[in-house]
């Protein structure tokens, strides 16, 4: 069984201005692509930590960015939900749905 997280990226209607995808930066240097309404698998390593910053391009700026530390065990999967903001110079809510 693989080891990472998965993250479903979600907008609401109020979010028609954002017509770009969101992506995550893994520990500030590899990027990953996220989907919007698409869940996302992020392999990782096991017992190693990563910080995981997710972030919404917005008119050539970073918005909605918002940042978490975790540890997986071997054969963890952690699943997440990603919301930008209201006002996307705040900072996006990421939450562990499982």
């Known amino acids: 069984m693989p080891t990472g997280v998965n993250i479903l990226c979600v907008k609401s209607i109020f979010h028609f201005m ?14 990953k692509e996220l989907k919007w309404k698409k869940q996302i698998f992020i392999p990782l390593q096991p017992t190693k930590d990563y910080q995981i910053t997710v972030i919404v391009p917005y008119f050539g700026k970073s918005c909605g960015v918002i940042k978490i530390i975790l540890n997986l065990n071997a054969n963890e999967v ?14 996006g809510i990421l939450k562990r749905t499982q």
């Open 78 to 91: 952690q699943n997440y939900r990603y919301n930008p903001p209201m006002v996307l110079t705040s900072n």
């Open 18 to 31: 954002v017509t770009e995808q969101p992506y995550c930066l893994i520990n500030n240097v590899d990027k």
